[in-house]
Structure formats: C-alpha cells, structure tokens
C-alpha cells in the first residue's frame, strides 16, 4: 500500500476552515505545502476542492473524493470511497498527501504514517475543526518555529510526526 501523509494547518482551538476557506492568509504555509506536496498525488474531498482559487494543484496528481457521480473535470480525478482512493494510488513511488478537509483527515488517519502539521499560535472564527485530538498514537520529530514578520501575521511552529507503530 501506498504510504499517506496528513497534512494540515491548525489554529489553537483545532481551526481549520470558515466558510469553505482557510481563516488565515499565510504565505509560508502556502510555500511549504507546496514544497512537500509537488510531484505527489494529493487526496482532498470535495469542498476543499471547491475552495481552490488554482485547480487542479499544479504538479500534482489532484484525486478528489466524492460521492456524487459528476466527473469534476479540470484534470482532476475522483474517488468514491477511500478504498477507491487506495486502489488508485497503490502503485505510487512516492507518499500520497492527504490535504484536508476535516472529513479526509478522519477517513485516512488510520492509513497514514506521518503528519505534517502547521500549528497557527492565534485563534479564530470558524466552522470546521481538525479532526485527530487524540495524538497517544503520534510521536513529535520534529518542530520549528517561525515567528510572524512582514508577510505572515501570525507565528507558526512546523511540526511533524510519525504514526508509533504498536
Ligand atoms: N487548514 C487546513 O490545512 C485545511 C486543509 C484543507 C481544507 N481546509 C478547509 O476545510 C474546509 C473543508 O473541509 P470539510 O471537512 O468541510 O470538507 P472536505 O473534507 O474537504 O469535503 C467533504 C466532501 O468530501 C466528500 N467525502 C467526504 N468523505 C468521503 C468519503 N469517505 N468518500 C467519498 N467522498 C467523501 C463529500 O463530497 P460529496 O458531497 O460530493 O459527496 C463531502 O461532502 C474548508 O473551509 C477548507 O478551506 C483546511
């Protein structure tokens, strides 16, 4: 099976998404979302697909999980059910990034190995929340701080984690 990497930006009460789009504007998340996401396919579901501003994600394999019938069109693929999504990606030589939203985040928790989570040090309006509380599965690597400057108002601390095997 392919190996699923979570990746997300969370504020400090679990934000992650108001009305359809994200709380805050932050340009180094944005840059190192890409970084670690480009030449990889990327699972999202349907409304964080629908909140796109650029779509597909360029140079990367865009699989979008839905349960209606259309085709999404616009390069992207679609999945059906996370077994779907599964078997679409078996064959990938490099880790599938699943991108949000909160319902992805909860189907594939249980198939991921690893997590790259943006934690937001501030607190905000919002109506859709980080769905994994319970971290006594994750152990912490490896964490950075950046503090806010000219182009993020906010301070961030990059952190990642690894699935402890049991
Ligand atoms: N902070 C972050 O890192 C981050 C990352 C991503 C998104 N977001 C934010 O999160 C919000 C969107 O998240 P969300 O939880 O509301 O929606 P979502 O997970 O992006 O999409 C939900 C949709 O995905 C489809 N879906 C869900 N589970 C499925 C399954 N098991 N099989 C097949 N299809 C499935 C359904 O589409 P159909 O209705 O078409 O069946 C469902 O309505 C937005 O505000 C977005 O900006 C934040």
Redesign the pocket.
């Known amino acids: 099976m392919a190996l699923y990497t979570i ?5 400090e009460n679990n ?9 805050w504007s932050l340009p180094a ?1 944005i840059r190192r ?1 890409k970084e670690l996401t480009i030449g990889h396919a990327v699972i ?8 796109l501003t650029v779509r597909p994600l360029p140079k990367r394999r865009n699989i ?5 019938h259309y085709p999404i069109g616009n390069g992207a693929e679609t ?4 077994q ?2 599964v078997a679409m990606t078996q064959n990938a030589e490099n880790e599938v990034f699943v ?9 594939f928790e249980p198939l991921s190995h690893k997590m790259y989570l ?1 934690r937001v040090h501030a607190s905000f309006a ?3 929340f ?2 994994i509380k319970d971290f006594s599965n994750w152990q912490l690597i490896e964490e950075n701080f950046v503090s806010k400057n000219h182009e993020n108002n906010f301070d961030i601390t990059f952190q990642t984690y690894e699935k402890i095997d049991k």
């Open positions: 990746i997300a930006a969370v504020g934000e992650i998404g108001a009305g359809g789009r994200l709380p998340d979302f999202m579901g349907h409304r964080t697909w629908d909140s979008v999980m839905t349960t209606s999945a059906g059910k996370v779907e999504a991108i949000g939203g909160a319902q992805i985040y909860s189907a943006t919002a109506d859709t980080f769905p």
